[in-house]
């Protein structure tokens, strides 16, 4: 297997393995801890020396890692931001109900999903469930039910004569996925979820969970020259990231924070998205440990750059139309560079020079992408950061297709050239 290759078997293996955002958190804990990470508890006091890499995490789906390298007021900081979270269902507080002797499971959407995609397709579960434990405290336990649990049948065309004509589908009465056969009239659900983890039903607080696509993603095309699998958006860029992280060495000239943060697809406003406090709080913190004042801090903000990583639309061979055609996008050839002069991303012209440099030095190819001038694409947590903390953000991504869908589809060699550019970005 050659480099290229491994780089993507690597990322769909984490992926695999990752089907929320709390999973997802998990596995990036393993690759920092696998990596001589040490972690931190935002409640303690910490004891922090140069060159050591640190992490801690904040409610299961907030991963922050951060390596204090040479004299930040002098050499500033190399942020990584991206997140984790992806558009789907989560089952709502009243898991479940009966229709017809079906127990069938009551879904919210989250982000803006494609939805059509979901119907016919044997589902797990995953999530995070809140249990009582021994001492009648709360417990957090992560919880993935990796089995064909649950399925959403369509609607025949003989039923339904347009079912072809525009797919739209009412979350709240059409897409209820099936669970079990229940001619008993009581919901099951709640004490099968207990089964699974070995507890009393009484005793389950809460949940978050989501339903997401039992089959593990795969190479596809002739020559594996493709990826099809889960959450690509954005997980991906996170693993890519905190890859690159670990991989850049401890002797680099600047320091380096890395974010995985949540709740990107709904607006970014929580305790775990990126507008908290996360990213000043290790700021804040190293400039303490180091006696720096107010001044040095800001010092160190001026010299600062952010790499927000998202991914990015690839050209739809199917649909020109829609794409910005001087510029096309390719899966296979290189990191993009997002700019749009609305700032719904937050690269500059500064910025832009910056990206095209560090690629050119570190011999990866790179892509550069524009929306059409008669439409306007996602947003990133790019501006959110920019604007907060004043500093120079770059927004970027890799290339994939079917983007927000329960698959989505990129290249395989992608990963590998993302996380060499982290891997020189944080080195500097």
């Known amino acids: 297997m050659n480099i290229k290759k491994q ?17 997802s958190n998990d596995e990036l804990v393993k690759m920092l801890d696998a990596a001589g990470a040490i972690r931190l508890e935002e409640g303690d006091v910490w004891n922090i020396e140069k060159n050591q890499l640190y992490y801690f995490t904040k409610e299961g789906t907030q991963c922050a890692a951060f390596r204090i390298c040479g004299d930040p007021k002098e ?11 992806a558009p789907g269902f989560r089952i709502k507080s009243v898991p479940s109900r009966i229709d017809q002797g079906i127990e069938r499971m009551t879904l919210e959407g989250y982000g803006g999903l494609i939805v059509h995609g979901w119907l ?10 809140f249990v ?41 009465t059409e897409l209820l996925p099936f669970f079990a056969q229940n001619s008993e009239g009581k919901p099951k659900f709640l004490s099968y979820l207990a089964d699974f983890m070995g507890v009393k039903a009484e005793d389950i607080l809460c949940f ?11 190479f596809v095309g002739a ?5 099809s699998v889960a959450r690509l958006d954005d997980a991906a860029m996170s693993h890519d990231m905190m890859a690159g992280l670990i991989e850049c060495e401890a002797d680099a000239n600047a320091s380096q924070i890395a974010v995985a943060f949540d709740h990107e697809e709904c607006g970014s406003n929580s305790n775990r998205g990126a507008r908290c406090n996360t990213i000043m709080q290790i700021i804040d913190r190293i400039c303490e440990k180091l006696g720096y ?7 160190a903000l ?13 050209t739809h061979p199917s649909y020109p139309g829609n794409h910005e055609m001087l510029l096309p996008i390719y899966l296979n050839k290189g990191p993009v560079l997002k700019l749009s002069p609305g700032q719904s991303y937050a690269t500059s012209p500064r910025g832009t020079a910056f990206f095209k440099l560090i690629c050119e030095k570190n011999d990866i190819p790179y892509q550069v992408f524009n929306n059409r001038s008669d439409g306007r694409g996602g947003g990133t947590i790019g501006p959110i950061i920019s604007a907060e903390y004043g500093v120079m953000t770059v927004d970027i991504g890799n290339p994939v297709l079917s983007m927000h869908a329960v698959r989505e589809l990129g290249g395989t060699d992608d990963c590998y050239y993302m996380t060499k550019l982290f891997k020189a970005f944080f080195k500097n």
């Open 120 to 129: 016919d397709r044997p589902l797990a579960l995953a999530g995070r469930v």
């Open 223 to 227: 020559n594996e020259e493709f990826v």
């Open 293 to 299: 004042g107010a001044e040095d801090k800001y010092r």
């Open 208 to 218: 978050e969970l989501a339903p997401y696509e039992v089959f593990d993603g795969c």
């Open 75 to 85: 050499t500033g900081f190399r942020i990584g931001a991206a997140h984790q979270d």
């Open 132 to 172: 009582k434990d021994e001492n009648g405290e709360a417990k957090a336990v992560n919880v993935n039910i990796k089995k064909p649990l649950l399925i959403i049948p369509s609607a025949a065309i003989h039923v339904v004569k347009g079912v072809n004509d525009g797919a739209k589908f009412n979350i709240q």
């Open 302 to 314: 001026s010299k600062t750059v952010v790499f927000s990583a998202d991914q990015a639309h690839a």
């Open 7 to 23: 780089y993507a078997q690597n990322l769909l293996d984490f992926l695999n393995n990752a089907p929320t955002a709390f999973q």
